[in-house]
């Protein structure tokens, strides 16, 4: 289609609403009670207001968004595409006959957003409703009569990349597993027959009546951001309500439990952790659980929210500072292999400061002598502006804040200094510009390109440094956009090592716009849009979109940077490379780096804590790959004691370390694991105790030119 045609006022349309194409039998399910809501899309419309509020995203997405994407055919294949996957993700729904039907649909979604005629979409809505309606009420009669679970049989959790069913029998099936394992799951928490019924039961019809609840707003939703995932995974549209939530998100005063949550089919997901937040505290909850109940207090009964929409979950989970919620939740490693555990967590209100920068001290021995090294565990890249107190003197920020604590470090006579970015997801670029020049004289430490392709150069200038000891920079997976600007630009001036795993490979920047602002009624309301406008890019001209950053030094990890990094969502844009800056590297640490990653191996080796981790890193990966698990009772009662006596063996083994008896089983505790609980806490975390080694030998080598020098020679006569 020609671009031009969106170049009409956006807010030309006068459209009658039309009725909805698909036909009434569509609409009618099998109920297994009459007690069951009508389906939401009976007498579903689209919204004159939506119908423009598609035209205006359009038009700002070309105008604005970083690549000016031009809406096509192309860009509607993909778009179908995405709409497909938001609404059955897991290909538990829909036939193959189903997706055949609406493919001939694909070309249509930038003719229909220029045209205001979007009832495809709601449409498509329809289908899935009377397919889901199909499926849970066909569940619902499975558990009329108890399952075998002495069959021996497989059910495929993950069947992302499966084919689509051909027939209704392959689709009854890939069920029949599902509910059983459903069924399993409660049997070995310990649940009885009635149990079970009676719980799925109340599961299943509320999957149905929470997916009646879904109303106009909510099917545009889908549709636009179906066309913005066919742009960019951070491109997002805001339904009203959800701008609102984004909103509160946004003043740092949320009261909860500190979780970011998605929906994932029928349950709530956990995307992330806030740092300092109480499920980070607690921690007990981690990223990909599955929460599947909320009970309010100490006592209050545990409300199944599997099937729920998410923001009423979240609804539910948030509420007054101080107060207890508890938990139902999933963890993701377990893989249907245990019972649902009960995790409380006591709500709130999430605020700047629990995000702030704080410091540590660890005690390192090597070759006889003792040197602390120093460690600036940061959350985030935080600035807080005078408007969010009106008080310029007492302000918060990360440059201030780690400035202050390297001085107060100091006076306890560091020897060296570990910036912790784990799980640190970004924040302010000005900070990430000022904190690196506290490590730097002067220079260019980020590059940025927008969408008209003007570049920009962001440089530190006061030509001072705060600290020019041995630094280390401690990044992960989950470290990304400002912390992936501040690890690249130390690697790159060869200031310190970058330790741990591949960062996540974010170098875009968005930015939110309020779509109501274009509306000459104030009354209504359309939400917002989230736009990608710029790439960051490294100095020396290199992106870190996709790519991330890659530690001087890797230690072991689960996560596959291709599988859980930028680079795994789809229609990421590409990573590329600009023009270097200019600037002047050190002498860097490029000549220490194969000495350094030898002790490290050596220890590895020799680390009980560390063949821990590893093999448990091990054994987890070969437990995803199967993408299936074992419908049989025994089979999961053998797995779940094989994985306890694992954990019963390590325990023992640190315990016999510790001068402590022996426990008989995990359950076990003493008044010796209570005394010594608060004095382990930082040998727990064995990867920053293994980065304060490789930092502790990175000094020690410095001032032993000959032994690098003999090291080097062996390496070269071995190769």
């Known amino acids: 289609m020609n671009k031009n045609k969106w170049l009409y006022p956006i807010f030309a349309l006068s459209l009658p609403l039309l009725g909805n194409s698909v036909q009434a039998e569509t609409t009618q399910t099998i109920e297994a009670e009459s007690t069951l809501p009508a389906p939401a899309s009976a007498e579903m419309r689209p919204e004159a207001k939506f119908r423009e509020t598609g035209r205006l995203i359009s038009f700002l997405l070309m105008q604005s968004h970083y690549s000016h994407p031009s809406f096509d055919d192309d860009l509607s294949k993909e778009a179908f595409k995405q709409l497909v996957k938001t609404l059955d993700p897991n290909r538990s729904y829909f036939y ?108 299943y019809e509320s999957a149905i009546r929470r997916l009646s609840q879904t109303n106009g707003e909510d099917v545009f939703g889908y549709f ?67 929460i599947i109940g909320v009970g309010q207090g100490e006592e209050g ?19 007054e500072a101080g107060s207890v919620v508890r938990l139902q939740v999933i963890p993701h490693t377990q893989l249907g292999d245990g019972a649902p555990q009960i995790v409380k967590l006591i709500r709130e209100e999430i605020k700047l400061e629990d995000q702030a920068a704080k410091s540590d001290v660890l005690e390192i021995e090597q070759e006889g002598e003792k040197l602390n090294i120093g460690v600036i565990e940061l959350p985030s890249f935080y600035s807080e502006s005078v408007a969010s107190n009106g008080d310029s003197k007492n302000l918060s920020s990360t440059t201030q804040d780690v400035a202050r604590l390297i001085k107060e470090l100091k006076s306890k006579d560091i020897g060296g200094l570990i910036i912790d ?37 962001l440089k530190d200038t006061d030509g001072k440094v705060l600290y020019d000891g041995p630094l280390a920079v401690m990044v992960n997976g989950g470290s990304a956009s400002a912390s992936e600007i501040f690890a690249g630009a130390i690697q ?23 779509l109501n602002q274009y509306l000459r009624d104030p009354e209504t309301k359309i939400g917002a849009l989230k736009l990608t406008v710029e790439k960051f890019y490294r100095i020396t001209g290199e992106s ?10 890797a230690f072991p990890t689960i996560f596959d940077h291709e599988e859980y990094g930028e680079s795994s969502y789809d229609n990421a844009l590409a990573w590329d490379t600009i023009r ?39 054994r987890a990966k070969v437990e995803r790959e199967k993408k299936t698990v074992t419908l049989s009772y025994e089979q999961r009662i053998a797995k779940r004691n094989e994985n306890d006596a694992i954990r019963l063996q390590r325990e023992n083994l640190r315990r016999k370390l510790q001068g402590l008896e022996p426990l008989t089983a ?32 990175f000094i020690y080598i410095q001032t032993k030119p000959d032994i690098v020098a003999a090291f080097n020679e062996q390496q070269d006569s071995v190769n």
């Open 580 to 618: 270097s800056a200019n600037f002047h590297s050190g002498k860097g640490v490029g000549q220490f780096l194969p000495y350094l990653k030898f002790k490290h191996e050596e220890r590895k080796q020799s680390d009980q804590e560390f063949s821990f981790l590893v093999d448990d890193i091990n």
């Open 96 to 203: 193959a006959s189903d997706i055949a039907a609406f493919k001939t649909h694909e070309e249509n979604f930038d003719d229909a957003l220029r045209t205001g005629k979007i009832e495809l979409a709601y449409d498509f809505f329809a289908l899935f409703e009377e397919r889901f309606r199909e499926r849970y009420s066909y569940a619902l009669k499975l558990l009329e009569k108890p399952f075998d679970f002495s069959v021996d049989e497989a059910f495929e959790y993950d069947r992302r990349e499966a084919a689509w069913s051909a027939s209704k029998a392959e689709l009854n099936e890939i069920w029949r597993k599902r509910v059983k394992n459903d069924a399993l799951s409660l049997k070995l928490a310990e649940q009885t027959d009635d149990q079970i019924k009676e719980k799925l039961t109340k599961r």
């Open 301 to 319: 009964e545990i409300v199944d929210v599997i099937g729920w929409r998410n923001d009423d979950v979240v609804d539910l989970i948030r509420g």
């Open 492 to 514: 790159d001036y060869g200031r310190g090592i970058v330790i741990g795993e591949n960062t996540f490979g974010k170098g875009t920047v968005q930015s939110v716009a309020d």
């Open 224 to 290: 636009m951001n179906a066309v913005n995932s066919a742009i960019d995974p951070h491109t997002d549209y805001y339904t009203p309500r959800q701008f609102d939530n984004f909103t509160i998100n946004m003043s740092l005063k949320l009261q909860g439990i500190g979780a970011v949550l998605t929906q994932e089919d029928q349950f709530t997901k956990v995307v992330s952790i806030v740092n300092k937040g109480p499920a980070y505290k607690s921690g007990q909850l981690h990223k990909d659980d599955k």
């Open 544 to 553: 870190t979109q996709n790519k991330g950053v890659q530690p001087d030094i």
């Open 666 to 697: 995990l359950a076990e505790e003493t008044e010796d694991d209570n005394a010594l609980e608060q004095e382990e806490v930082k040998d727990k975390d064995i990867l920053l105790k293994e980065a304060a080694n490789i930092l502790t030998d």
């Open 421 to 457: 970015l784990r799980n640190n997801g970004g924040g302010s670029l000005g900070e990430v510009v000022n904190l690196t020049g506290l490590f730097i004289d002067k220079g260019p430490v980020v590059q940025g390109k927008d969408s008209r392709g003007k570049l920009r150069v």
